[in-house]
C-alpha cells in the first residue's frame, strides 16, 4: 500500500553541525509535505511544510527539499544544537484529506 | 494560552474499563483529529472531525466512539479497554481537512493493565 517511510531510524550528530533527515514516500498524488518534530513527552509540533508546485522552502535554519522525480524529501537543519534533539516525522496528505506519518527519526545531538 | 488541550495526560486502568479522553482547542478551527502513537513512534489517525461531523474513520474497532458537541471539542470514548489499546493518543486540530497544518494536543498516556 502506499506509505510514508524514513532511511534512517537513528541520527546523531555533533552539535554545531548540519543535519539530514531523508523522508521516502510513494503516492505519486501527494501534494503537501510536512515536517513535524515531537520531543519526549509533549505532542508533534509543526516545523515546516511544501507544496509539490515546490522544491525548496527555507525556514529559520531548517530547509525542506523535495523531489518528486524519486519521491523522496529531506530536512536540513543548520547548526544543530541540543534543543534540536527529538523525533522529527515527515507526512503527507496524499492528495486526500488525511496525513499519513512516517515512522520517525530520533535525532540525538552529542555535545 | 493552550491551544489545544488534552485531559487527562496520565491514564492507568484496568481491562474491560471504559474511559473516555477529552479534547479542546482555542484556535478558533473546524476540523479535529484524533492520532494513536504506539511504542515504537508510530502515529496513525483513527478519526477526523470537520463542523462536528464525522468525515475520516479509520480502520477502528467500534470500542472507539468519537464525540464532537461543538467545534471547539472533540472527545473519545473506550468501552471494554483491552491491553492493547495501550497508547499515546493525541488530538490535533486545522483550519481545514487534510492538506492544512495540523495543531497537536500534548496527547494523553493509556495504560491498560
Known amino acids: 500500500g502506499e506509505s510514508v517511510g524514513l532511511h534512517l531510524p537513528t541520527l546523531s550528530v555533533q552539535e554545531g553541525d548540519n543535519s539530514i533527515i531523508n523522508c521516502a514516500y510513494s503516492?505519486?498524488?501527494?501534494?503537501?509535505f510536512i515536517w513535524y518534530k515531537q520531543e519526549s513527552g509533549k505532542g508533534p509540533q509543526f516545523i515546516i511544510d511544501i507544496r509539490s508546485n515546490m522544491d525548496k522552502r527555507q525556514g529559520q535554519r531548517v530547509t525542506v527539499l523535495l523531489n518528486k522525480t524519486v519521491k523522496h524529501l529531506s530536512l536540513q537543519i543548520a547548526a544543530t544544537q541540543p534543543g534540536d534533539s527529538a523525533v522529527y516525522f515527515c507526512a503527507d496528505t496524499g492528495g486526500g484529506n488525511k496525513l499519513t506519518f512516517g515512522t520517525g527519526t530520533q535525532l540525538k545531538v552529542e555535545l | 494560552d493552550t491551544a489545544v488541550s488534552q485531559t487527562p495526560k496520565y491514564l492507568v486502568t484496568q481491562m474491560g474499563n471504559d474511559k473516555s479522553i477529552k479534547c479542546e482547542q482555542n484556535?478558533?478551527?473546524?476540523?479535529m483529529y484524533w492520532y494513536k502513537q504506539d511504542s515504537k513512534k508510530f502515529l496513525k489517525i483513527m478519526f477526523s472531525?470537520?463542523?462536528?461531523?464525522?468525515?475520516i474513520n479509520e480502520t477502528v474497532p467500534n470500542r472507539f466512539s468519537p464525540k464532537s458537541p461543538d467545534k471547539a471539542h472533540l472527545n473519545l470514548h473506550i468501552n471494554s479497554l483491552e491491553l492493547g489499546d495501550s497508547a499515546v493518543y493525541f488530538c490535533a486540530s486545522s483550519q481545514e481537512p487534510g492538506g492544512e497544518t495540523q495543531y497537536f494536543g500534548p496527547g494523553t498516556r493509556l495504560l491498560v493493565l
Open positions: 503516492n505519486s498524488a501527494s501534494d503537501y
Open positions: 472531525y470537520n463542523n462536528k461531523e464525522l468525515i
Open positions: 484556535l478558533g478551527h473546524d476540523t
